[in-house]
């Protein structure tokens, strides 16, 4: 069955490091999201892909970059993190039909 | 530009009782509506989706949704709750092309046993 991954599914790290979260999808999907998720604020987009090579800011994009060089693969890298970057990150795909498929998540914590 | 409001935070029923979670969107044409659910430690799962015909949706898990386009809502029912039931429930809306939905702030449904 297809599916959408996540890894890792928890990550503890320090304040200035680059860390990167990796998403890999088997629905074959051209559209590739990132969210991030905290209290009080709902999914808030951080980077999205219509393709290979395409990439997009969202709302939430500053700190954060993407890379999209097959249409499996979407990584997502915090250049230095920060505390503020302290949760939940989902990643999905979509199709033609705008329906999402979602990956399980990635709980980091940022010391 | 798009959006949702969800205006219930936490909503608890007892386990047997039917739901409505309310759902109102602001979109000039006709939208494309999504219900999903997320459980504790999970991503999201499609319940179901509105996209055109039949304004009355039925979804997964015997939820059903629907669409009222005079009151601009998209409500998520269910006749008879079970305790699996108690999660996460985001609405969203789709523009159609842009393949980015806003979704709503989320209600978190509690079922009492």
């Known amino acids: 069955d297809a599916e959408i991954t996540q890894s890792p599914r928890h990550k503890i790290t320090e304040t200035g490091r680059q860390v990167t979260l990796a998403c890999h999808q088997t629905w074959n999907h051209n559209n590739m999201f990132w969210y991030r998720q905290d209290l009080g604020h709902g999914l808030r987009l951080i980077h999205y892909?219509?393709?290979?090579?395409?990439?997009n800011k969202g709302e939430v994009s500053d700190g954060y970059s993407v890379s999209r060089s097959n249409t499996e693969d979407l990584p997502l890298t915090l250049e230095s993190a920060a505390s503020s970057q302290t949760s939940v990150y989902f990643c999905?795909?979509?199709?033609?039909?705008?329906?999402?498929?979602f990956g399980p998540g990635t709980r980091l914590l940022v010391l | 530009a798009q959006s949702v409001t969800q205006p219930d935070i936490h909503i608890t029923v007892s386990e047997g009782a039917s739901l409505e979670l309310r759902c109102n969107y602001s979109y000039g044409a006709t939208p494309y509506l999504f219900w999903y659910v997320q459980s504790p430690g999970q991503g999201l799962q499609l319940l179901l989706k509105y996209f055109s015909g039949d304004t009355l949706v039925q979804g997964i898990k015997g939820f059903e949704a629907e669409f009222k386009r005079s009151q601009s809502s998209f409500n998520l029912r269910k006749p008879s709750v079970h305790w699996s039931d108690a999660a996460e429930y985001f609405c969203a809306v789709g523009a159609g092309g842009s393949y980015i939905p806003t979704f709503g702030r989320g209600t978190s449904l509690i079922v009492h046993p």
């Open positions: 892909s219509y393709g290979v090579q395409d990439t």
């Open positions: 999905a795909s979509s199709d033609s039909g705008e329906t999402q498929y």
